[in-house]
């Protein structure tokens, strides 16, 4: 195995691909950790970390959908929501580049 900073920092800044096409935020990180999860140092567990915060994101974003027709509740959630998933991914490439393994606020641990 090896040392791959750059490319542990490039998984988590992949999920913001959203903000430019449109759509992978979950599908380019997923690619990336399945791809390189055997071959590069602490990818497993990032990429772990990574995938949950997605699957998480798409969750709490499906049950806020119908909450909009509640008193517009939902489209604060989405708000707050697209908020997370912008920061986090930022911040957390940051501490992966310092050789920490970052953890996402609001993520289910679906994948262990």
Known sequence: ?????QLIVLTHLSQLITL??????LILPLILWMTNKEKVYQMDAHGKNIINFQLSI???????IPLILLLGLGLLGLIVLAF????????????ASNGETPTYPLSIPIIH
Do not use: T, W
């Open 58 to 64: 798409l969750i709490y974003s499906l049950i806020c």
């Open 1 to 5: 195995m090896r040392q791959d900073r």
């Open 84 to 95: 997370v998933a912008i920061i986090f991914p930022i911040i957390n490439a940051i501490k």
């Open 20 to 25: 430019v096409i449109g759509f992978g935020s």
